[in-house]
């Protein structure tokens, strides 16, 4: 083995952060938006990597909510006269990603999976927006490999205190989506209410999925 291993100082590493924007990823497995994220070393050591660790969630109380919009979230905050007392920030999700070396500062490109299953409290809130922006609040942590004065390698956490905010774009997140599912939605039942589903669609000879389901609404209606 070659080099000097690593001195594990465990003192916390002044880097700030800021989101600079969102957009699609193309051509991913899933649905991904890419977070364009400023990182700046302020005490000026030269950083070696960041074994980054992000937390994202939605600040719901921090915007306004349209007619159209409050039907839509009944399942998630219940009825807008309870709003006072049920509206609350939502954990979408968490990210790890290796950041390359740099010095002063740099952006990386932050890749966070969006699912359009409606079974995740986040997912349906953002699916039930129209328009606007998304109060956001990124909590940053992780390790950072950075080199000390004597030219030493070291290492040093970032505090759960570092955060950012952005209000990403509503519109956004819909490019995301449809990106990959254009006007298309998903819907999870359990085995036994889809194999009785797709009987009934075989019994009554429909040929899709959405011939079956608006025969069953005008059933109803």
Known sequence: MTGKPPQIGGSMVDLGFAVRGAAPVPYAAVPTLGFAIEIESRSGQPIRSVALDVQIQIAARRRAYSEAEQPQLLDVFGAPERWATTLRTLPWLRVSQVVPAFEGATVVDL??????????????????????????????????????????????????????????????????????????????????????????????????WEQTIDRLLDDEA
């Open 111 to 208: 890749h966070v999976p969006c699912t359009y299953d409606f079974e995740v409290t986040a997912a349906k809130y953002l699916a039930a927006l129209r328009e606007g922006e998304v109060p956001l609040e990124l909590l940053f942590g992780g390790t950072v490999f950075y080199a000390a004065e004597s030219g030493l390698l070291q290492t040093g956490m970032i505090n759960w205190d570092s955060e950012a905010e952005y209000r990403m774009p509503v519109a956004a997140w819909r490019e995301t989506v449809d990106m990959y599912f254009p006007g298309s939605a998903w819907l999870r039942v359990q085995r036994e209410a889809f194999d009785r589903l797709y009987a009934y669609r075989a019994r009554h000879s429909l040929t899709s």
